[in-house]
């Protein structure tokens, strides 16, 4: 099996969780294309949902599936987010990130009664660090935040992408920074966030209520904290 196969086994197993009535939150990534994928099949066959998107790509997937699409103002909580990861520890916090996409994600997943998680196996790491983690920046005196990045011993790259310098939807760039090994998420996630021009930084920590994890035999394994 593939890495697509696995991916779109673990996202069809967490779409299971979704029931009528349940507003739902809508990752973003490969990963999470599978599962807005089938979501969008089980609109068509009859189940009612509302649902807001983590990125204009998969809001606009959302549209084309004929999703229920609400604004965020509409909503006070979502019942379940599926959303997939870069990294994910042996305590189930996360790296993410990878598609840009980690501010609006980790405002869903903060909003989340359960922010369902969905890899393939490979994701699964004993320590997060080995990706390198996406910090969301504010063009605004970028060079100055960057030089404050650097004071925590990296050395930030600013994404680019088509060569051309990467965009988040919020409009704010990406530096991604190699931590090595990350033994605290916490506190570190608490000292990029202390940055005046950083605006978030792409490690969920303590927001996972499930993973789904598919392995490279296709078996599935649900994790917990
Ligand atoms: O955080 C994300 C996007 O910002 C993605 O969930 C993460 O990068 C995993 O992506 P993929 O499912 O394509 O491997």
Known sequence: MNAD????IAAERAVEWIEDGMTVGLGTGSTAYWAIRR????????LSIRAAASSVRSERLAEELGIPLVPLEAIGRFDVTIDGADEVDDRLNLIKGGGG??????VLADASDRFIVIVDGTKLVGTLGAFPLPVEIVPFGANLTLNRLKELGVDPIVRESGGERYVTDNGN???DCRFGTIDDPKSLT???NQI????DNGLFVGMTWAVVAAGSDGG???LKP
Do not use: H, Y
Not at 39 to 44: A, D, H
């Open 39 to 46: 979501i969008g099949e089980r609109v068509k066959e009859g």
């Open 173 to 175: 760039w990406i530096a």
């Open 101 to 106: 996409a980690l501010l609006r994600e980790k």
């Open 190 to 192: 608490v000292r990029l």
């Open 5 to 8: 196969d696995l991916k779109r």
């Open 196 to 199: 005046p021009g950083v605006v």
């Open 220 to 222: 599935v394994k649900v």
